[in-house]
């Protein structure tokens, strides 16, 4: 429980971080110990997010190096601020003690996967559920549930094991995946929404409204295409990391003469076998 922190009976805190604050010891000794649990709750979360992130770049390198196709374009994440994480708890009416915080609010990690092609998305959604150590907690699919605004997005909301040199504690993290369309409109929508606080006038909804369906018709014709394009003879093909640029400066793929080296080496140990 957060504690009522000021009281008008003490002395100024000479506590360089708590200075202006009028505190007795007493609140003093809780406000230190409350901010080292706040900050080793928050850290949770941070650790939270770099276990998601190494799984999603794992994925991301394995599709690139194995698959020659990776259904990731961009990954970017976010730790809610101590502040912004208060604001929630004050906007939801959460009770102030992080066990509830943590299990209402579940957005506090938070990890964005943009894709190009619709069918990219719940690729990445298969990968990542089908993870013995996530759990997943809940599934929004405002794909095919797309918002009244027209907003379209997947939501994950997975719980991973974070270990501690005190022990394993499950964290919750939010995973919003959509294709580049979906997030170039959000990402307009968002800045509209907020500029305008919170009431947008009706003409510019009207034409968030519209261009979500452009985006939509986007996505459909793009994920055709890229369907046809699939079903052609993969040798007439150029893999994305032969024909343009690939943000993976580690050639991972051994030379042709290297396998060679490896082939003889194996047709060696063949003949030393056989006698041969
Ligand atoms: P921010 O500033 O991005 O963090 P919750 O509010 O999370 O407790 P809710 O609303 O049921 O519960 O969750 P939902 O629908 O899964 O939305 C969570 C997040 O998705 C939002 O977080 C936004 O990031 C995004 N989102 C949801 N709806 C919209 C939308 O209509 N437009 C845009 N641009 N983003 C949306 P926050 O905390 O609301 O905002």
Request: net charge negative; aromatic share 6%; charged share 25%.
């Amino acid at each position: 429980m957060v504690p009522h922190l000021f009281t008008d009976s003490a002395a100024a805190s000479e506590d360089p971080d708590t200075a202006g604050l009028v505190l007795d010891d007493d609140k003093l000794r809780q406000l230190h110990g409350l901010r080292e649990e706040f900050t080793r709750f928050m850290l949770q979360y941070k650790f939270a997010i770099d276990e998601v992130l190494t799984k999603v770049n794992i994925l991301r390198d394995e599709f690139t190096h194995l698959h020659h196709e990776n259904p990731i374009e961009h990954v970017k994440s976010r730790l809610k601020t101590p502040e912004s994480v208060l604001d929630k708890v004050e906007r939801k009416g959460c009770d102030p003690t992080f066990e509830s915080i943590s299990a209402e609010i579940t957005d506090i990690a938070g990890i964005r996967i943009t894709c190009s092609f619709l069918s990219d998305i719940y690729r990445v959604v298969d990968a990542l559920t089908s993870q013995d150590d996530l759990t997943i907690i809940s599934v929004k699919d405002y794909i095919k549930n797309p918002k009244p605004n027209g907003y379209r997005s997947l939501h994950l909301i997975v719980s991973v094991p974070v270990f501690l040199s005190s022990g394993t504690v499950p964290v919750t993290v939010e995973l919003q995946i959509r294709t580049i369309a979906m997030d170039f409109w959000a990402s307009l929508e968002h800045k509209i929404y907020y500029k305008y606080g919170r009431e947008v006038p009706g003409q510019i909804t009207e034409q968030l409204m519209q261009s979500a369906q452009v985006a939509m018709q986007l996505d459909t014709t793009m994920e055709n295409l890229h369907r046809q394009v699939r079903s052609l003879d993969p040798l007439t093909a150029d893999p994305p990391h032969v024909q343009g640029f690939s943000d993976s400066s580690l050639s991972i793929a051994p030379p042709v003469e290297l396998i060679a080296r490896l082939l003889d080496l194996h047709l060696d140990v063949g003949r030393q076998a056989t006698g041969g």
